[in-house]
């Protein structure tokens, strides 16, 4: 469940610094081929737009995709989210309060820098599931890449032991819309290994796309008050 909030900090989050050689095979961002989805997606589409689909693929991994349109500068969008440590500041605003009302099963406590390692931060989660209540703690290490019209954020979780979480892993690419002022088209996807099998049966997918879906429009939010502020 931690992948699709943490998915969508990466998500739609962002940040950027040099593809990372170590990610799984499946982690493979190719501009040409996000571009086509997200074109074939939003290419009629004006305004914000949001879609994303979430299921179980075996081997106890979630896995989340999606494309979303949003406003920004594809410029304005890597100056933000190159800046890693600064997340902490503007990412967590309302990040635990459902529009809704009622309360999220997972709530995101804390993004903390890791000194001298600028492209680093540990995420807190506080974890409220049936017969599962604790707080963990994982490292993430978010690269980025630039292109000349494309912007890929790469993000992988560092090595915990005794986690529940074995691997969270996960990419975004955004885009300058065409024909469209100071408007970006992104496509994200990502995937969480779970350590428990009973756990990965027990989550529904409702929920789990529930948990995630909220959440990703408040980041949204918050990225777009940032980029109004610079």
């Known amino acids: 469940m931690v992948t699709l909030e943490i998915q ?6 962002l940040a950027f610094s040099s593809v990372s050689h170590s990610l799984p095979r ?6 040409e081929s996000a571009y086509h989805i997200v074109n074939s997606e939003l ?20 896995e989340m995709e999606g494309v979303a349109a949003i406003n920004g ?76 019209n494309d912007v890929t954020v790469t993000c992988e979780s560092t ?9 969270l892993t996960g990419y975004i690419i955004a885009f300058p819309a065409p024909k469209q002022k100071e408007r970006l088209w992104v496509y994200f996807k990502g995937r969480t290994k779970l350590e428990s099998w009973l756990l990965y049966q027990a989550i529904p997918e409702k929920l789990l796309a529930h948990e995630s879906s909220d959440r990703i429009q408040t980041v949204l939010d918050n990225f777009g008050n940032e980029e109004s502020h610079q």
């Not at 009629?44 to 979630?62: E, L, P, S």
Request: charged content about 25%; proline content about 7%.
């Open 8 to 13: 969508v900090l990466i998500a739609l989050v």
């Open 26 to 31: 499946w982690v493979s961002p190719s501009p």
């Open 159 to 167: 090595q915990a032991r005794d986690s529940i979480l074995s691997s």
């Open 73 to 148: 500068k594809l410029d304005t969008f890597y100056h933000i989210a190159k800046d890693v440590p600064a997340y902490r500041t503007w990412a967590l605003p309302n990040i635990n309060q459902r529009p809704a009302g009622g309360q999220y099963l997972v709530k995101i406590l804390d993004l903390k820098p890791v000194p001298k390692k600028n492209n680093q931060l540990i995420a807190d989660f506080g974890i409220n599931l049936p017969g599962i209540r604790r707080k963990i703690s994982r490292g993430f290490s978010i690269f980025t890449e630039r292109g000349k």
């Open 43 to 62: 290419s009629t589409k004006r305004g914000d737009y949001f879609k994303r689909t979430v299921k179980r693929v075996g081997n106890q991994t979630i």
